[in-house]
């Protein structure tokens, strides 16, 4: 079975620049997520979609992040503008649905200079 | 509200030694439990998952055993390896989020 893909593995950027980060779930989980994870620290959940539906989005920065899942697969995440306090691994989860384990993707390292 | 506290780390550790890291929890209601452990440059891999009051959670080695009274969920494993180095994050899943504590890095060194 593939895991969870994300790309790209690295990303540095200058702040008030834009970033966009991609996530594959594992085929037929209907249940995907994004976390960030300061460096020291555990993930914090960013955002959960449901299928092609948000879930929970109450701790996502929306003056700057978006995401979307437009046909309940694929997901990106956006960030416009970067600020230096966004330098994190962001990673992509996915599950067969609600309150089952999550399966995590390697993660995208964002750096701001 | 719910959360997860982890010892802080790092744990240092000799081969074959014997190793735990401590984990209580805060919640309503009964959650289920998890141990995820991330290896340098990698995502989280789950590690092992308790459901309900005393069940024993294992993999690799690893045990965890979920005691309510106690609100714990401590992670043992009876002699590590080097290549058991990685951070440990205790978690558990309340009305389907997944709250994770701190984490705990462990080195074993040869």
């Known amino acids: 079975e593939a895991g969870v893909a994300q790309s790209p593995r690295y990303k540095i950027i200058e702040k008030r620049q834009s970033v966009a980060f991609w996530c594959n779930p594992i085929?037929?989980?209907?249940?995907l997520y994004w976390y960030q994870q300061i460096l020291g620290q555990g993930p914090k959940l960013l955002i959960q979609f449901q299928n092609n539906g948000v879930v929970d989005d109450s701790q996502l920065p929306k003056d700057r992040f978006s995401a979307e899942r437009l046909k309940g697969v694929d997901s990106t995440l956006k960030i416009q503008p970067a600020k230096l306090e966004d330098s994190a691994v962001y990673l992509c989860?996915?599950?067969?649905?609600?309150?089952?384990?999550?399966?995590f993707g390697d993660g995208t390292r964002l750096s701001i200079l | 509200g719910n959360s997860v506290t982890q010892m802080e780390g790092p744990v240092t550790l000799s081969e074959e030694a014997f190793l735990t890291i401590n984990c209580t929890y805060t919640?309503?209601?009964?959650?289920?439990l998890f141990w995820y452990v991330q290896y340098p440059g990698e995502g989280l891999q789950l590690l092992l998952k308790a459901t309900k009051a005393d069940d024993k959670g294992s993999n690799k080695g690893f045990e965890a055993t979920y005691r309510k009274e106690t609100t714990s969920f401590h992670l043992e494993k009876g002699s590590v390896q080097v290549s058991d180095s990685a951070v440990y994050f205790c978690a558990l899943i309340a009305t389907d989020k997944l709250i994770f504590g701190t984490g705990t890095r462990l080195q074993v060194f040869p």
């Open positions: 989860a996915s599950s067969p649905g609600l309150n089952q384990p999550q399966h």
């Open positions: 085929s037929g989980h209907a249940t």
């Open positions: 919640a309503t209601g009964y959650p289920s």
